[in-house]
């Protein structure tokens, strides 16, 4: 998985390219916690649009840095998840605490 930042004013925005699944989870994790802290961001987006494939996993990834950027005041959302990705947020309960925004500029525009 190949991941690039992008900071505009006090968000974050993570471009997530490849498969998220155990392979690449613990990476991703880290490379994401590292930019939270060290800019300490209060806002994230996370743009699926390069996914192709996720698991539990990835899951596991977001709903990780939701609970960070939120006990730290912030907010977190996901843009451009592709329908199979899409499914895995359904079936996993996401949604009901992660907003999804269709673009990155319309979750810039709402976060």
């Known amino acids: 998985m190949y991941l690039k930042f992008e900071k505009s004013d006090e968000t974050l925005i993570v471009h997530l390219i490849g498969e ?4 690449s989870a ?6 994401i916690d ?13 743009n699926f649009s390069g996914v192709t494939f996720m698991d539990s996993s990835g899951i ?3 709903v990780g840095r939701y609970k960070k ?11 451009d998840v592709n329908k199979s ?7 996993s309960g996401l949604f009901k605490i992660i907003k999804k ?8 525009r709402c976060v």
């Open 20 to 23: 998220l699944d155990h392979h």
């Open 60 to 62: 596991g990834v977001v």
């Open 101 to 108: 925004f269709n673009t990155v500029d319309e979750a810039v």
């Open 69 to 79: 950027v939120l006990s730290n005041g912030g907010n977190i959302c996901v843009a």
């Open 85 to 91: 990705v899409n499914r895995v947020f359904e079936l």
């Open 34 to 46: 590292d930019r939270i802290e060290r800019d300490n961001i209060r806002r994230v987006i996370l």
């Open 26 to 31: 613990e990476e991703v994790r880290v490379k």
